[in-house]
C-alpha cells in the first residue's frame, strides 16, 4: 500500500524557517518524481515545487521560488522541503504527492498534509 | 502562467442527478488535465488524469472530456459519497496550476 506521511509543520514566526519531511514507503520512491502542493485555509490547491526522480530536475511555483528548496533522499525514502524567509501568505497544509508515472505533474497519492502557520 | 477557471464555483443536485463541471484554460494544453476530488478534512484524489483516462479504482460513473480548451468533468448519477470539492489541474507547463474549485451539495 502507498503511504505518504508527512511532518515537520508547526508555528513559526514571519522572517522564519521550517523545513518539512515526507517519508514513502509501498513503492519504489526512487522511480518517481514528487512534488509539494499547499492549501491554504478554506481556499483551493496550489502546486509549490517538484522534483524528478533522480534530483536531477527541480521546479518551484512563482510564490515559493527563491525561497524554498525541494529536495529528497533516495536512500531513505525521503522528500524534503526547505521554507526560508516564511511569511502569512505560506500559512497553509503542505502536502506531499507522487507524480503519476505516465504524467508527473498528475498527482496519483496525497500525504494526509502538514498544518504550517506562519504567525507573530 | 496558464490559468484555469472552473465553472460552476458550487452547485447544488440531488443523489441520481448528472453533474457537469467546467474548466476553461487560459492557453492550449494539449489534453494535459487532470480532475481531483476533496472531501472535508481529506486530501485530494486523483480521479481523471490526460482529460479522460480514469485512475485506478475510479467508478465509471466519472468521465472527462475535451472541447478545445474547455475541459469538462462529468459525475453520472450522482451517490453520497461524492459531494465533494472538485478541481482541475492543467499539467502542460511549469507552474502547474488547479482551478479553483468547483462544491458539489446537496439539494
Known amino acids: 500500500e502507498v503511504q505518504l506521511v508527512e511532518s515537520g509543520g508547526g508555528l513559526v514566526k514571519p522572517g522564519g524557517s521550517l523545513r518539512l519531511s515526507c517519508v514513502a514507503s509501498g513503492f519504489t520512491f526512487r522511480s518517481y518524481s514528487m512534488s509539494w502542493v499547499r492549501q491554504a485555509p478554506g481556499k483551493g490547491l496550489e502546486w509549490a515545487s517538484y522534483i524528478s526522480s533522480s534530483s536531477r530536475y527541480n521546479y518551484y511555483g512563482d510564490s515559493v521560488k527563491g525561497r524554498f528548496t525541494i529536495s529528497r533522499d533516495n536512500a531513505k525514502n525521503s522528500l524534503f522541503l526547505e521554507m526560508n524567509s516564511l511569511r502569512a501568505e505560506d500559512s497553509a497544509v503542505y502536502y506531499c504527492?507522487?507524480?503519476?508515472?505516465?504524467?508527473?505533474?498528475?498527482?496519483?497519492?496525497w500525504g494526509q498534509g502538514t498544518l504550517v502557520t506562519v504567525s507573530s | 502562467d496558464i490559468q484555469m477557471t472552473q465553472s460552476p464555483s458550487s452547485v447544488s443536485a440531488s443523489v441520481g442527478d448528472r453533474v457537469t463541471i467546467t474548466c476553461r484554460a487560459s492557453q492550449g494544453i494539449s489534453g494535459w488535465l487532470a480532475w481531483y476530488q476533496q472531501k472535508p478534512g481529506q486530501a485530494p484524489k486523483l480521479l481523471i488524469y490526460e482529460t479522460s483516462r480514469l485512475q485506478n479504482g475510479v467508478p465509471l460513473r466519472f468521465s472527462g472530456s475535451e472541447s478545445g480548451t474547455d475541459f469538462t468533468l462529468t459525475i453520472s448519477g450522482l451517490l453520497p459519497e461524492d459531494f465533494a470539492v472538485y478541481y482541475c489541474?492543467?499539467?502542460?507547463?511549469?507552474?502547474?496550476?488547479f482551478g479553483q474549485g468547483t462544491r458539489v451539495e446537496i439539494k
Open positions: 504527492a507522487r507524480g503519476h508515472f505516465d504524467s508527473s505533474g498528475t498527482f496519483d497519492f
Open positions: 489541474q492543467q499539467v502542460n507547463s511549469f507552474p502547474w496550476t
